[in-house]
């Protein structure tokens, strides 16, 4: 039987973003930094822009370097894990890192209902987000009959 929640995306939306706030407490990211070891770092033309000036470089030099295109030409880094994860987990361009890793894990986004799919997909990568999502079960679960 398919149980429905009887709240509005505003209140589930509110519900993840103080489930995640109290999880991310718990969570020093340093101590993991999967995301940037394995995951695909989508950039965009601003991002190359930003991160090619922080680093003193030219955004066809940065892209040369460190950017490929894919067939649905979207572009992301060539390497996997992130080229600029350090050996300390942290980022060595945190104040200009990409969208893609300043929004990571999402769960900060509006309408969590649309995108719960990508988040429970991100729960084999990110600890916070297996956290939230543990965490989002026991409390949404249905009372008991």
Not at 55 to 82: A, H, M
Request: aromatic letters at 8%; hydrophobic letters at 30%; charged letters at 25%.
């Amino acid at each position: 039987m398919k149980t429905r929640l009887n709240l509005s995306n505003a209140e589930l939306d509110a519900i993840v973003e103080e489930t995640t706030d109290t999880v991310w407490k718990q969570i020093d990211c340093t101590t993991c930094a999967n995301c940037c070891r394995t995951l695909q770092i989508v950039v965009d033309d601003k991002d190359i822009s930003r991160l090619s000036a922080h680093l003193g470089t030219t955004p066809s030099e940065f892209s040369r370097r460190y950017v490929q295109i894919g067939k649905d030409k979207t572009k992301y880094f060539t390497k996997i894990p992130c080229p600029f994860l350090g050996e300390d987990n942290r980022c060595t361009v945190y104040e200009a890192r990409p969208q893609a890793c300043s929004g990571y894990p999402y769960l900060h986004w509006k309408g969590f209902r649309t995108h719960s799919l990508m988040m429970l997909d991100g729960c084999s990568t990110c600890p916070i987000v297996f956290n939230v999502w543990q965490a989002l079960k026991q409390r949404l679960q249905p009372p008991k009959r």
